[in-house]
């Protein structure tokens, strides 16, 4: 079945997600969808699958209009979505999971189709073994027989190859050969180029919700990255390099846990002076990285070293860390770093040293005030954290920072800001703390990375794929590498 | 403040008429109820002594969860911590070696609230440690408590000769605490609630442990990077909870009933939790609350020799109280939203 986006439109109050976007993916065909995050790929999947609905323009199966206003009447048209984390039902087995969704059928005929479908694309699944024991990529294998079972004629895949091993990636790539031979058609989402080179017919970029670039196979990687992130001009303002210290961080072949594959093989050492970009896509590894250096999670194996002392594997691990004079600004601030039903002045208090046990409300008041004056925060002091914007509450954040921190370790710190609030933090981070503050920083915007940092540190899959003097790389070289370019 | 007065007008008649409703539906005459209840509670001054005594060890039992409240979890467990605070002050008082009762009576005090305070701590413990829920841990804390508590008024500590469910042997005269004349309420359980009062007040509101509290129930992910160790707040919090428990036990045996009965927290563990709810975790109108609780309570046991109706009518009560309070809270939490 063909599949026609007209003039889509996808507005979420005051912001524009999608515009005029017009798509066609015809049967027989995988048509890749590529992007950085942000862009509007989700989104505009789960308009196709009626999670979401439109704000303008038409879709067109086979010709005919739909409405798609809810995840049944799509599926009842036979659009199927592969979820990037396979959402079933850990705690029932193989063939319980098979059998969800479609009309109800005896089990044995149930059985006969389960094995016949894993037969023919030569996967090896035991339809009474628990799905909590399989690995994710056999789960995706399931959740895929399942949707042809269930008759999808129309296909989404999320990311499909994120977390499935290199076998199993080369056992699924036939299979979505197969499918769009026997007419099914294919929408791939995917940041990786290389998987979308090998399987795509056809693709379409998306950058801040709009079309940048359609083009068919054969691909040229150069023009996709930069319908991708952007055509930027080197910038020739860079900021001044620093002097660096002695190694004020290190990590030792550290192994962890955290985002969705953790950090592996990672060695590193950060001096004091340094100010690092961590470039990647959303979920490479760059925030465990940060919470690792700030001590909130632990290495499985490896060291993290702060200062000369290897922090410990425990939750004294973040007040060792505080104690160093290291410092964490998360992305979600309001979730990760501020309380809701707390004042400014209170969380002026409760950063405060060696402050009196019993509180006077009217001084710490006063203090606050100071503060917020010198930082420009739209507030006052009795007021709520939750009540601030997004700009006002990093630089709560900022004022909060010790300003004698050795160390700043910072997830998206421009995230959600304005240009303008952008730069005054950047002019905060570099101008008003000592210079021989090593600051580490994520972010999704490539640009702001080449712009402020002195070394980049690129992840992709919860590897560091490339760490460089930020004069001796650029824009296309980070992107690709961001995207598994070799 | 014109909202919170409006909140409190529409939850009273949404009490009197739900009970009005009940009582309807039980065929009771609804206006003659409610002044027995209110000439069973506050009639007389033995009744109003009653009602005080009430009153006291819920106050200090609802002081001690707005710690915990106030960091976030929920101490189910706070019966068993009367219980066992009950226990240890009687361990201390059935000691035969110490006869002075100027002695015997603060010892007594001291280990009710340490004795309390660690069966908080143990709920506590088994929550930072064993990652059991505290409403699981503390319930079945409880369940060990009343067993425990069953064993010794059947065991160890019965009464020569027999035993039985009516409780240990009474203490020694010179053990009661004394009373204000004429009525039958202790002066030091009066004292005691009202210092516990104000020093929660003063921890709560005034001091950097109240504000550190708030913040980890706010909020324990961001208050790791105000270097405030969310686990060890949780042990305080719970353990001070405990003491208070502990205090109100000490009071059951020494100015309420005299002896260790298996009833001897009486459900004022789990009256407190709702008064805290009631009271929008807020210290302020706790005293007025658990004046009104404590009034139902002991306004409502005549209703059966009066009116024969069940004396379940002040549960009744309560459960609409409570049920109304939490509707209010819900609207006023769907009002933020908008």
Not at chain 1, 238 to 260: M, N, Q, Y
Not at chain 1, 437 to 462: C, K, M, Q, W
Not at chain 2, 126 to 135: F, N, P
């Amino acid at each position: 079945m063909d599949v026609e986006f007209k003039h889509i439109g996808k507005r979420f109050g005051a912001v524009q997600a999608l515009k005029d976007i017009n798509l066609r993916a015809i049967s027989g065909s995988i048509h890749g969808l590529i992007g950085e995050n942000g862009a509007g790929k989700s989104t505009l999947m789960k308009i196709l699958t009626g999670y979401q609905s439109r704000s303008e323009g038409a879709i067109f199966i086979d010709g005919s209009r739909v409405e798609l206003k809810s995840p049944e009447e799509a599926a009842d048209l036979g659009i199927g979505m592969l979820y990037q984390e396979p959402m079933d039902f850990p705690s029932l087995t193989v063939l319980d999971n098979f059998s969800l969704g479609c009309p109800p059928q005896s089990e044995s005929h149930l059985r006969r189709s389960l094995l016949e479908l894993s037969t023919r694309f030569a996967f090896h699944l035991v339809p009474e073994q628990m799905v909590e024991l399989l690995t994710v990529g056999e789960r995706q294998q399931i959740e895929l027989l399942r949707l042809i079972h269930c008759k999808t004629r129309i296909l989404i895949l999320d990311e499909p190859t994120t977390g499935i091993s290199p076998a199993q990636k080369e056992a699924l790539f036939p299979v979505l050969k197969q499918l769009t031979e026997e007419g099914m058609t294919i929408l791939l989402v995917s940041h990786k180029l290389e998987e979308v080179a090998a399987l795509c017919n056809e693709v379409t970029v998306l950058r801040h919700g709009r079309i940048t670039h359609h083009t068919k196979a054969p691909f040229h990687f150069p023009e996709l990255l930069h319908a991708m992130f952007g055509s930027i001009p080197e910038h020739d303002d860079k900021e001044a390099p620093r002097d660096t210290g002695d190694v004020v961080l290190s990590f030792h072949t550290v192994e962890a846990e955290g985002e969705r594959l953790g950090l592996h093989g990672c060695t590193l050492n950060v001096r004091a002076g340094e100010i690092i970009g961590l470039a990647g896509l959303d979920g490479a590894g760059q925030s465990t990285l940060l919470r690792l250096a700030a001590g909130l999670t632990f290495p499985e194996q490896g060291d993290v070293t702060l200062f000369g002392s290897v922090l410990p594997r425990n939750s004294s691990a973040s007040h060792i860390a505080q104690r160093q004079q290291t410092a964490f600004l998360p992305a979600d601030r309001l979730e990760e770093a501020l309380f809701h039903d707390i004042s400014l002045s209170e969380h002026f208090s409760l950063k405060e040293h060696n402050p009196p046990f019993l509180q006077s409300g009217k001084k710490s008041c006063r203090q606050a005030e100071k503060d917020i004056a010198t930082f420009s925060i739209k507030g006052k002091a009795e007021d709520m954290a939750k009540d601030l914007s997004g700009g006002n509450q990093q630089r709560l954040l900022l004022a909060l920072l010790d300003p004698e921190s050795r160390l700043v370790l910072l997830e998206n710190p421009t995230r959600g800001l304005d240009i303008r609030s952008g730069q005054w933090v950047w002019q905060y981070l570099r101008n008003e703390l000592p210079p021989d503050t090593a600051i580490l920083f994520s972010s999704p915007e490539l640009d702001e990375i080449l712009h402020y940092s002195n070394r980049i540190l690129v992840f992709h899959d919860g590897e560091i794929v490339l760490d460089s003097d930020v004069h001796n790389t650029n824009h296309d070289a980070v992107a690709a590498a961001m995207t598994g370019v070799q | 403040m014109k909202q919170l007065s409006a909140d409190i007008v529409l939850g009273i008649l949404l009490v009197l008429t739900f009970t009005s409703l009940v009582l309807l539906a039980a065929g009771a005459p609804v206006f003659a109820a409610f002044q027995n209840i209110w000439l069973g509670s506050f009639g007389s001054s033995m009744k109003i002594g009653q009602v005080l005594n009430v009153c006291i060890p819920l106050i200090i039992c609802s002081c001690g969860l707005l710690f915990t409240f106030r960091a976030n979890l929920w101490n189910i467990g706070i019966e068993g911590q009367i219980i066992m605070g009950a226990i240890g002050g009687m361990a201390v008082l059935r000691m035969d070696s110490i006869s002075n009762p100027t002695l015997l009576l603060p010892l007594a005090f001291i280990a009710a609230m340490v004795t309390g305070g660690l069966w908080g701590l143990l709920a506590g413990l088994l929550k930072t440690r064993g990652g059991v829920h505290e409403i699981f841990g503390g319930l079945g804390l409880n369940f060990v408590s009343q067993g425990f508590i069953l064993w010794l008024i059947f065991g160890p500590w019965k009464r020569p000769g027999i035993a039985s469910m009516s409780g240990t042997e009474l203490l020694k005269h010179k053990l009661w605490l004394s009373t204000l004349p004429g009525w039958r309420i202790a002066i030091a359980g009066l004292v005691i609630a009202g210092i516990v009062f104000l020093l929660t007040w003063l921890l709560l509101e005034k001091s950097r442990l109240g504000l550190k509290l708030k913040a980890i129930g706010q909020n324990p992910r961001a208050a790791l990077l105000y270097d405030i160790s969310p686990e060890g707040y949780y042990l305080l919090s719970i353990a001070l909870a405990g003491a208070c428990a502990g205090m109100a036990g000490f009071l059951q045996i020494t100015a309420v009933y005299h002896r260790l009965i298996p009833n001897i927290s009486s459900g004022y563990g789990y009256l407190g939790l709702l008064l805290v709810m009631l009271a929008g975790y807020r210290i302020g109108p706790l005293p007025l609350l658990a004046l009104f609780f404590a009034g139902l309570n002991v306004g409502a046991i005549q209703l059966p020799i009066v009116l024969q109706l069940d004396s379940a009518l002040s549960g009744v009560i309560q459960g609409c109280c409570v049920l109304s309070a939490l509707f209010i809270l819900g609207l006023e939490k769907k009002r933020r939203q908008k």
